[in-house]
């Protein structure tokens, strides 16, 4: 349909200032020709993380833009929502309590330039991820002088 | 903001006006620029209170930011700041007009988006102010939208107003259940509490605006939950219960009862996981009966494209004739509305209406009430034939309100012929259309749930309410066992011997499919309330006591059956159009009624479990609906 015009991304100029994703290949199986081999899961499992957190399920997506009239500069990171709500109030104080160490990470903590290098951090921990789809903008070329255009007499049932 | 310094021109240029032609040299960086800037910042800034740190809008606000930028370090205004007194306009949309900067993007929206004229600007130079000239609530079901659209915090939300900072928010993209469209979402929370909805941008579905209804249901999912488990005792009164104790009560009544007795009944907000456990639940049990609300008798689930928006929300903005037959966009799918009334803004597409009278925010042709209207079209005696035949891209849609009529059938194969007549369905266009009510009801049709609830709930003895409480319980035999799985205490809920608590979509993953057939994901975003689990997995325990054990017991279990049964549910973020034309259908014997057609949607407000117990909601259909 209008494909040509959706905003083609990551932007040329984000793409020269991400790092590239040689990093991400060498975790893969596939490259051999790496000097040393990781292999998916096993950047986890030395960190010492408690197992059942290494197998997690992870959501990677790209945030959308604020439903606000803010600026677009935080447009177009991503992020991993390690789907926590293991949250609950606590009865003492009223503070919110959690038990799950990664219940802010992904909020606060960590963020990508790419969805490929989110993939490889949560391969390389051995999440068990789904990469949701970027919703952008369907831009449509304007001008203020279209307003102005002469578009011929006006029809009858417009007046 | 946009001011820019042109070579050789001799004042700063507005770059948003001024259109870029060759050899033009710009500076975008200059002590002129940057001076410009401050100079406009300060104008915009004279009138507006220092207020950011009781302002709701503090943190998220575009003028905040763009003074940041561009504005001076300090203020050269020592007068009085101009003062507006607030308008009323309504329970949603508070206003602190002292703050507007006059960009009448709300005026705009209200006028282009939504399709009323109450908002507009009223007075000259600094007596400038929007507002509805006579005192008057905005009664538009997107209005919502200009709380967002408001770059400043003139119109701030009333319900969310100083209950918490947007910083503290942790935000959760999902998708809304409410109605059938499936608008993208982001859930705020703060700690275990959604605190508020706004939309996000999907150019397919909800584009950037969301219903009222939408975005402030919320306050429903802390009201009238279930906590626990419970079972009704002998003096009527419930009893809190463990789990186990309950669903071995259930199981019990399970084993005493005759397979053909059982009957399942899906609720309008249910998952395709947890429809998809009931349905192998119910059929591992020995019986067939099992339904979704809202469905009707004899729902037409042979075909995809009988029940899908075969045209896609998005390319209804082809369209260039469009006929309603018994639909109220408007009530029903108030977003699918803002996409007819863009098109018929944009191309002055012509909309026709066949039902009871309704409001519409375009302009349209009313042809009649009933049936008949429509048989005339399709034997191409009625006026509207003409401008159905001289159009290039025609579009029918039909309300999901009709499945519950007697004569389906038959109207269904009138709206064909019409469609056929007037090459409706081609191979490059598909404009036979049905516009469903309910977030569960193209999923249920797709997995199957399509027994005749009359017949089911009338011969059931044992009843399993998944959520459902718009099903009519009249007609249940009074020794039936009625158990009701949900996480509202609703309507059903009065008749139920068991309730077994769920989560709502705010705090679970389940798969969802819109009116156009497109399949997304909820993600939980809060933790549940109590004792509540997810649906399915409630069923799949409840199998297990019950001795026919369902053969998964995961979620991506529950995924792999659902994609042996409809393969579309698992591809998530798609449309799966129909790819089978609706021409191998067998021919209809069944005579239309002249019966009219009957408004579906009583109160935009109030259609589900979740809406029925929120408070705005309640005052939005107090003050708002009042003719």
């Known amino acids: 349909m209008a494909a040509p015009l959706r905003r083609s991304l990551p932007s040329l100029g984000r793409a020269l200032l991400s790092p590239a994703p040689a990093p991400a290949r060498m975790l893969s199986a596939a490259a051999s020709d790496a000097l040393v081999e990781i292999k998916p899961g096993e950047i986890g499992m030395v960190s010492g993380i408690p197992e059942e957190h290494l197998r997690r399920k992870v959501v990677i997506y790209s945030p959308a833009r604020t439903a606000s009239q803010q600026g677009s500069g935080k447009v177009g990171r991503w992020k991993i929502n390690f789907v926590s709500t293991q949250k609950w109030e606590n009865p003492l104080m009223g503070w919110t309590s959690t038990g799950d160490p990664y219940a802010n990470v992904g909020e606060a903590g960590l963020t990508f330039d790419s969805a490929d290098s989110a993939k490889a951090f949560a391969e390389k921990h051995g999440w068990d991820y789904v990469v949701r789809k970027r919703h952008t903008p369907l831009l449509k070329p304007k001008s203020y002088a279209e307003n102005f255009k002469w578009r011929g007499p006006p029809k009858a049932e417009q007046a | ?627």
């Open chain 2, 1 to 627: 903001m946009c001011l820019v310094e042109v070579e050789k021109s001799p004042k700063p240029v507005a770059s948003c006006a001024m259109p870029a032609l060759p050899g033009m040299k710009i500076k975008t960086n200059t002590p002129v620029a940057k001076k410009a800037r401050e100079g406009v910042m300060e104008f915009l800034l004279m009138n507006h209170p220092l207020d950011c740190p009781i302002c709701d809008q503090g943190g998220e606000c575009d003028l905040q930011d763009q003074s940041m930028a561009f504005g001076a370090d300090r203020g050269r205004f020592t007068e009085m700041k101009r003062s507006v007194v607030d308008k009323n306009l309504g329970p949603l949309v508070k206003t602190v007009m002292t703050r507007c900067i006059q960009c009448t993007r709300c005026v705009r929206f209200a006028t282009e988006v939504a399709g009323v004229q109450d908002l507009g600007m009223l007075g000259r130079g600094s007596g400038e102010e929007i507002g509805t000239y006579v005192e008057k609530l905005m009664s538009s079901e997107l209005s919502g939208n200009v709380i967002d659209i408001c770059p400043v915090g003139a119109l701030t939300s009333k319900p969310f107003a100083f209950k918490a900072r947007n910083w503290e928010l942790k935000g959760t993209e999902t998708i809304d259940v409410t109605d059938a469209v499936g608008s993208n979402i982001r859930v705020d929370s703060r700690g275990p509490e959604v605190m508020r909805i706004v939309p996000r941008l999907n150019e397919d579905i909800n584009e950037e605006w969301i219903s009222d209804k939408t975005r402030f249901c919320y306050d429903g999912l802390k009201r009238q939950r279930l906590n626990d488990p419970m079972i009704r005792g002998p003096d009527g009164r419930f009893k809190a219960v463990t789990w186990r104790d309950a669903l071995a009560v259930v199981a019990e009544v399970l084993q005493q009862v005759k397979p053909e007795e059982i009957t399942g009944v899906a609720g309008k907000l249910s998952d395709a996981e947890s429809m998809m456990a009931l349905k192998d639940f119910v059929n591992k049990m020995g019986s067939d009966k099992v339904l979704c609300e809202g469905n009707g008798p004899n729902p037409p689930a042979d075909l995809r494209s009988n029940y899908l928006m075969n045209t896609s929300i998005a390319r209804l903005e082809k369209a260039d004739a469009i006929l309603l037959v018994g639909t109220q966009p408007r009530v029903e799918a108030a977003i699918v509305n803002a996409r007819i009334r863009k098109t018929v803004r944009a191309t002055q597409a012509k909309v026709a209406y066949i039902g009871p009278p309704t409001d519409f925010n375009y302009d349209h042709e009313h042809l009649g009430t009933g049936p008949q209207t429509l048989v005339e079209i399709a034997e191409g005696r009625h006026s509207f034939c003409s401008t159905l035949q001289s159009s290039k891209n025609p579009v029918i849609i039909a309300g999901a309100g009709l499945f519950e009529r007697e004569d389906q059938d038959a109207l269904f194969s009138t709206i064909e012929s019409v469609a056929k007549k007037f090459n409706v369905v081609r191979p490059d266009w598909n404009g036979l259309n049905v516009l469903l009510l309910h977030a569960a009801q193209a999923a249920a049709l797709d997995l199957g749930l399509v027994a005749n609830p009359t017949e089911s709930i009338k011969s059931a003895k044992f009843l399993y309410l998944m959520g459902a409480d718009d099903v009519s319980l009249d007609k249940v035999p009074d020794d039936a066992f009625v158990v009701y799985q949900g996480h509202h205490g609703d309507k059903a809920v009065y008749r139920a011997n068991v309730i077994l608590p769920s989560s709502a979509f705010s705090e679970k993953e389940g798969t969802y499919e819109n009116t156009e057939g497109c399949t997304q994901w909820t993600i939980p975003a809060v933790p549940t309330v109590g004792d509540a689990r997810d649906d399915w997995k409630i069923i799949r325990a409840l199998s297990e006591v019950a001795g026919a054990q369902l053969p998964y017991d995961s979620l991506s279990g529950v995924r792999d059956r659902i994609s042996m049964v409809a393969p579309n549910l698992v591809h998530v973020d798609e449309r799966e159009p129909c790819t089978i034309s609706s021409e191998v259908k067998p021919p209809v014997k069944q005579q239309v009624s002249s019966t009219p057609f009957k408004t579906v949607v009583e109160n935009f407000y109030m259609t589900d479990a979740i809406t029925r117990a929120s408070k705005i909601m309640a005052q939005c259909s107090a003050t708002l609906l009042k003719k």
